[in-house]
Nanobody, 116 residues
Framework: QVQLVESGGGLVQPGGSLRLSCAAS????????MRWYRQAPGKERELVAH????????NYADSVKGRFTISRDNAKNTVYLQMNSLKPEDTAVYYC?????????WGRGTQVTVSF
C-alpha cells in the first residue's frame, strides 16, 4: 500500500528552524515529482516547494524563497523540507505529495506552529 508519512513538525519561535521529513513506501519513489503543500485554517492548500525526480530542479512559492529548501534522497525514499527564519505566517499543516502523470498521493500532514 502507498504511504507518505510526514514528521518533524512542532512549535518554534519566530526566526527558528525546523526540518520536515516525508518517508515514502509502496510506489517507485524515484519516478515521482515530490512536493510540499501547506494549509492554514480558513485558507486553501498552497504549494510550497517542488522537486523533480532526480532532484535536479526545484521551485518555491515566493513567500518561502530564500528561507526553505526542498531536497530528496531517492536511496532512502525520503523528501525533506528545511525551513529557516520561520515566521508566524508559516503556521500551517504541511503535507507531502507525490506526483507522476495523473497519479497523486498525499500524506496526512504535520503541524508547524510559529509563535512566542
Amino acid at each position: 500500500q502507498v504511504q507518505l508519512v510526514e514528521s518533524g513538525g512542532g512549535l518554534v519561535q519566530p526566526g527558528g528552524s525546523l526540518r520536515l521529513s516525508c518517508a515514502a513506501s509502496g510506489f517507485t519513489f524515484s519516478r515521482y515529482f515530490m512536493r510540499w503543500y501547506r494549509q492554514a485554517p480558513g485558507k486553501e492548500r498552497e504549494l510550497v516547494a517542488h522537486i523533480t525526480t532526480a532532484g535536479g530542479s526545484t521551485n518555491y512559492a515566493d513567500s518561502v524563497k530564500g528561507r526553505f529548501t526542498i531536497s530528496r534522497d531517492n536511496a532512502k525514499n525520503t523528501v525533506y523540507l528545511q525551513m529557516n527564519s520561520l515566521k508566524p505566517e508559516d503556521t500551517a499543516v504541511y503535507y507531502c505529495n507525490a506526483l507522476k502523470g495523473f497519479d497523486n498521493y498525499w500524506g496526512r500532514g504535520t503541524q508547524v506552529t510559529v509563535s512566542f
